[in-house]
């Protein structure tokens, strides 16, 4: 089982930029993908951004151009820079790795979450 640990959330004025980790331990995460997820309140959780094992990244249209992940392998670590921060970026920012066969997911976890607040 592979255990999250997410940190570099806070409170952040409009325009702003974030930078947030997720250090995972228990197994070694170079074959999964990994990812960020963020809930705000009352509403569902939704994707942010994804990056596979081979480093292709894939975004959701609202965080497109503001948003870049990465990781490090070596680190066992997945970063997400957040530029230009808005209001309705505010919302808990959970971190996420799985592995794929197909279209199915399996050995999925979750990191338990860090709170990104944009306000002025």
Known sequence: QVQLVESGGGLVQPG???RLSCAGSG???NTYVMGW???AP??????????????KTNYADSVKGRFTI????AKNTVYLQMNSLKPEDTAVYYCN???TYGTL???ESW??????TVSS
């Open 97 to 99: 790795t799985h592995r």
């Open 37 to 39: 997820y963020r809930q």
């Open 16 to 18: 702003g930029s974030l």
């Open 42 to 55: 009352g509403k569902q959780r939704e994707l942010v951004a994804t990056i596979s094992s081979g480093a």
């Open 27 to 29: 197994s070694s995460l």
């Open 105 to 107: 997911k399996y050995d």
């Open 70 to 73: 990465s990781r490090d392998n």
């Open 111 to 116: 990191g338990q979450g860090t709170q990104v």
